[in-house]
């Protein structure tokens, strides 16, 4: 019975994650190839490679539950997270370029600090010591390199949370709580998914978080044509 629920568990994981990642990859698709101003483009090309680096984890991850179960293909699954864990900095990275150009920002300081903190995390996921490839990698590893990439969605949440509020920006008066969720969902999961398989679920809402940051770019691109036309 403890088998059958954590199957159906993963299978439930893995057809929510498949639909979210379709989505953000579709939309991604149309704002790069429908865009018309460079920001709507940079969230284009922002989502598609977000859709791109989960690819990398879901396939082996599909693949593993269709053929003879995840522990033998721990291999795979870590590369997976490796490249996954890559991507999702470069995605908050190319967020902050999207604030800082929709709100005018020119903080030296603040574009440093976003890009010392995105080198610490990918320098950090570099180490050997990370164990990707392990069926069991070390829990430390997992905070240290989590803690510049939290730190970094920190400043994201910020520029959005104090941009959005002092220009009067509806369409993205909501993006600074969809980081913050995504960050509320991953976080528990880095923490104790090892030891409480169930909190594995919570992957899902954090996708659907991402979801809403793509859907959010994607409304706002409708919005902008909708005022060409007029």
Not at 4 to 19: M, N
Not at 73 to 79: E, Q, R, S, T
Not at 113 to 139: D, E, K
Not at 179 to 200: C, E, H, R
Request: one cysteine or more; a positive charge.
């Amino acid at each position: 019975f403890r088998l059958e629920r954590s199957i159906c568990r993963q299978l439930w994981k893995l057809c929510s994650s498949r639909l979210s990642w379709s989505t953000v990859v579709t939309l991604g698709g149309i704002m790069v190839k429908s865009a018309q101003d460079r920001e709507t483009k940079l969230f284009g090309w922002m989502a598609v490679i977000l859709g791109c680096g989960d690819a990398f984890h879901l396939v082996p991850r599909a693949w593993a539950l269709c053929t003879d179960g995840l522990a033998a293909h721990a291999a795979a699954l870590g590369a997976g997270k490796f490249i996954t864990s890559i991507t999702m900095t470069i995605f908050y990275v190319i967020l902050y370029h999207i604030g800082k150009r929709r709100y005018g920002l020119h903080i030296r300081a603040l574009t440093g600090a976003v890009y010392a903190l995105a080198a610490a995390r990918i320098g950090l996921c570099l180490f050997p010591q990370n164990a990707w490839l392990s069926a069991n990698p070390p829990l430390s590893w997992g905070i240290w390199r989590n803690v510049p990439f939290a730190l970094l969605g920190a400043l994201v949440i910020v520029v959005f949370l104090r941009g959005a509020r002092q220009a009067g920006d509806r369409a993205f008066r909501w993006m600074w709580l969809a980081i913050v969720l995504s960050f509320a969902f991953y976080i528990p999961v880095v923490l104790w998914a090892d030891v409480v398989p169930l909190v594995g679920m919570l992957m899902i809402p954090k996708t659907c978080a991402y979801v809403w940051v793509v859907w959010m770019g994607f409304s706002d691109m409708h919005r902008k044509r909708k005022e060409t036309v007029k």
